[in-house]
C-alpha cells in the first residue's frame, strides 16, 4: 500500500519563497511519477508540476520559471520550491504518486497541506 506524507505550507507574503516536501514509501518512489496538484476554495484540483523516475519535469504554465519539483532519491523525497509566490498561489496543495501498468492505474494521493500568500 502506498502512502504519501506532505509537508512545509505556511502562510507567507507575496514575492516569498516555500518549500513543500513529500515523502513516500519506497515502493511507490522508485518507479512512479511524481506531482504536485492544488485546489483553491471553490476551483478543481489542478496540476502543478510532475517529474518522471528519471527526473523528467512537467509544469503548468502558471508556475513554469517560478516553482521547481525535484526529487532525492536517497531520502524517498519529491520537492516543490515555490519562489515568488502570489495571492493567486493560495490552496492546499496535494502531492501525488501515478503509474500505468499492464492496463491498470495505480493513484495515490497525500493528505494536502495549506499554503497561503497574503498581498
Known amino acids: 500500500q502506498g502512502q504519501l506524507v506532505e509537508s512545509g505550507g505556511g502562510l507567507v507574503h507575496a514575492g516569498d519563497s516555500l518549500r513543500l516536501s513529500c515523502t513516500a514509501s519506497r515502493t511507490i518512489f522508485s518507479d512512479y511519477v511524481l506531482g504536485w496538484y492544488r485546489q483553491a476554495p471553490g476551483n478543481q484540483r489542478e496540476f502543478i508540476a510532475s517529474?518522471?523516475?528519471?527526473?523528467?519535469?512537467n509544469y503548468a504554465g502558471s508556475v513554469k520559471g517560478r516553482f521547481t519539483i525535484s526529487r532525492d532519491n536517497a531520502e524517498n523525497t519529491v520537492y516543490l520550491q515555490m519562489n515568488s509566490l502570489k495571492p493567486d498561489d493560495t490552496a492546499v496543495y496535494y502531492c501525488n504518486a501515478n503509474k500505468d501498468s499492464n492496463g491498470l492505474t495505480y493513484n495515490f494521493w497525500g493528505q494536502g497541506t495549506q499554503v497561503t500568500v497574503s498581498s
Open positions: 517529474i518522471t523516475p528519471t527526473s523528467t519535469t
